[in-house]
């Protein structure tokens, strides 16, 4: 994540999201990804964009029933898909695939 994203935020896929209305409104209607590397295009559609980013930790307790298979083959392939998009990310904007929309925000 850090070399091809932010190095910055050092979890991206952890923790809560939070935005302001006008975040928001700028951040989605520029994001391509609806899988789970997902966050990682929004933190760098958000440093493209001068939106501020904060990391807080909370305090947090697992509980039965996420979504993440942890078997060994399972994870490899999460871990393949998520580095797929990432590098995807990273080259669609830098080849000029990508753009953002960039309005004004409040």
């Known amino acids: 994540v850090k070399t091809l994203c932010s190095s910055r935020i050092h979890d991206t896929q952890c923790g809560f999201k939070l935005f302001t209305k006008n975040a928001a409104l700028a951040?989605?209607?520029?994001?391509?990804?609806?899988?789970?590397?997902?966050?990682?295009?929004?933190?760098?559609?958000?440093?493209?964009m001068g939106i501020n980013i904060?990391?807080?930790g909370v305090e947090w307790q697992e509980i039965d029933g996420?979504?993440?298979?942890t078997g060994k083959l399972a994870l490899i392939s999460a871990s393949i898909g998520m580095?797929?998009?990432?590098?995807?990310?990273?080259?669609?904007?830098w080849l000029g695939l990508w753009v953002l929309k960039k309005e004004k925000m409040d």
Do not use: G, P
């Not at 951040?27 to 493209?48: G, M, S």
């Not at 996420?66 to 298979?69: C, D, G, R």
């Not at 580095?83 to 904007?93: E, F, G, S, T």
């Open 66 to 69: 996420s979504k993440l298979h």
């Open 27 to 48: 951040l989605f209607q520029n994001l391509h990804l609806d899988r789970w590397a997902f966050d990682t295009e929004l933190v760098v559609i958000a440093e493209n």
């Open 54 to 56: 904060a990391e807080v």
């Open 83 to 93: 580095l797929r998009d990432m590098v995807c990310v990273r080259a669609c904007y």
